[in-house]
Nanobody, 124 residues
Framework: VQLQASGGGLVEAGGSLRLSCTAS????????LAWFRQSPGLERESVAAINWTGGSTVYADSVKGRFTLSRDYAKNTMYLEMNNLKPEDTAIYYC??????????????????WGQGTLVTVSS
């Protein structure tokens, strides 16, 4: 499974960005997907995840109500719509994938496949 992340950039506080993650895999429909982010000096943290059916999602408390995760099975792509961005959202965002899995186990070590990361910078 190869993952290609895109959509990062520089935006002012209060602005919006949409991240995309495209998977080159015939198993896309069986992949659990997630976004993680990492800021300098900090550990990689889970932002949002969606299960392989697309029926369930989980979000970090810090992004609830501002970020929306979705997936398009026809395009083998996952999207993270980020609204009302804050300077503390500044980080490198990584998409991740795994076969199956449960959203109850959602730390970085539970994901086998990773994209290259895309930088999101939110200015104050």
């Amino acid at each position: 499974v190869q993952l290609q992340a895109s959509g990062g950039g520089l935006v002012e506080a209060g602005g919006s960005l949409r991240l995309s993650c495209t998977a080159s895999s015939r198993s896309f429909s069986r992949l659990g997907l997630a976004w993680f982010r990492q800021s300098p000096g900090l550990e990689r943290e889970s932002v949002a995840a969606i299960n392989w059916t697309g029926g369930s999602t989980v979000y970090a408390d810090s992004v609830k109500g501002r970020f929306t995760l979705s997936r398009d099975y026809a395009k083998n792509t996952m999207y993270l719509e980020m609204n009302n961005l804050k300077p503390e959202d500044t980080a490198i965002y990584y998409c991740a994938a795994r076969l199956g899995g449960t959203l109850r186990a959602n730390s970085a070590r539970h994901y086998a496949y990773w994209g290259q990361g895309t930088l999101v910078t939110v200015s104050s």
